[in-house]
C-alpha cells in the first residue's frame, strides 16, 4: 500500500535554531513530491516541487530536497512567522490524486 | 496574483440536508480537484475533474456526493444528504497541467452537519 509519513508529528524551535522536517514515502511510481504549508483554518499553500532524486529547491529560509525514499524539508534561522502545519504530497504517474502526508506542526518561539 | 476562491467559508447545516459548495478556480487551469480534512486528520483526495467530466474519484467519493461545472467558471460540489461524519473542511484546487503541476488551493469552506 502507498504510503506518505511524515516526522515529526510537531516541532518546536527558538527562533534562530535550523532543524529538518521529514517526509518518507513509499510509493510506486512517483512522478513527484510536493511541500506545502498550511496555516489553521486555511488552505494549504504551495511551496517547492521535487521530481527526482538528488534535486533541491530554496525560497527564502526553506530548502527542499529529494532521495529515492524521502524528502526533508530544511529550516535556517526559522522566525516566529515561519509558524505553520509543513505538508509532503506526492503524485504517482497513475491517477490523478495527490495522496498527503499528516504533516509537522512547526512553532517557532521568539 | 491568481487564487482558487471558495464560498461559503462556513455552513452549518442540518444532518439530511442537502449542501452545495462553491469554487472558482484559477482561470487559466484545466484540472479540478476536491479535498476534503477532516479536524486533525491529513487531506484526503475526494475527486478529480477535466474536460467536463470526473476522471478519478476515491471510495469516499460516493453516490451521496456529486460535482459540476455548471458554466465557465465555477466549479460545484454537492453533498445531497449529509451525515454528522461529512463534518470537514472541504477545499477546491485546480491546476494546469495533470502530468506535472502542482496543486493551488482554495481557503475552504468548513462544514458542520449537526
Known amino acids: 500500500e502507498d504510503q506518505v509519513t511524515q516526522s515529526p508529528e510537531a516541532l518546536r524551535l527558538q527562533e534562530g535554531e535550523s532543524s529538518s522536517l521529514n517526509c518518507s514515502y513509499t510509493?510506486?511510481?512517483?512522478?513527484?513530491l510536493f511541500w506545502y504549508r498550511q496555516d489553521p483554518g486555511k488552505g494549504p499553500e504551495f511551496l517547492f516541487t521535487?521530481?527526482?532524486a538528488g534535486e533541491e529547491k530554496e525560497k527564502e529560509r526553506l530548502k527542499a530536497t529529494l532521495t529515492k525514499k524521502e524528502s526533508f524539508l530544511h529550516i535556517t534561522a526559522p522566525k516566529p512567522e515561519d509558524s505553520a502545519t509543513y505538508l509532503c504530497a506526492v503524485k504517482l504517474y497513475t491517477g490523478n490524486q495527490f495522496y498527503f502526508g499528516t504533516g509537522t506542526s512547526l512553532t517557532v518561539i521568539p | 496574483e491568481p487564487e482558487v476562491t471558495q464560498t461559503p467559508s462556513h455552513q452549518v447545516t442540518q444532518m439530511g440536508q442537502e449542501v452545495i459548495l462553491r469554487c472558482v478556480p484559477i482561470?487559466?487551469?484545466?484540472?479540478f480537484y476536491w479535498y476534503r480534512q477532516i479536524l486533525g486528520q491529513k487531506v484526503e483526495f475526494l475527486v478529480s475533474?477535466?474536460?467536463?467530466?470526473?476522471?478519478?474519484k476515491s471510495e469516499i467519493f460516493d453516490d451521496q456526493f456529486s460535482v459540476e461545472r455548471p458554466d465557465g467558471s465555477n466549479f460545484t460540489l454537492k453533498i445531497r444528504s449529509t451525515k454528522l461524519e461529512d463534518s470537514a473542511m472541504y477545499f477546491c484546487a485546480s491546476s494546469e497541467d495533470r502530468g506535472y503541476g502542482e496543486l493551488f488551493f482554495g481557503e475552504g469552506s468548513r462544514l458542520t452537519v449537526l
Open positions: 510509493v510506486s511510481g512517483l512522478r513527484g
Open positions: 482561470s487559466n487551469h484545466l484540472y
Open positions: 521535487l521530481y527526482s
Open positions: 475533474f477535466y474536460n467536463n467530466e470526473i476522471s478519478e
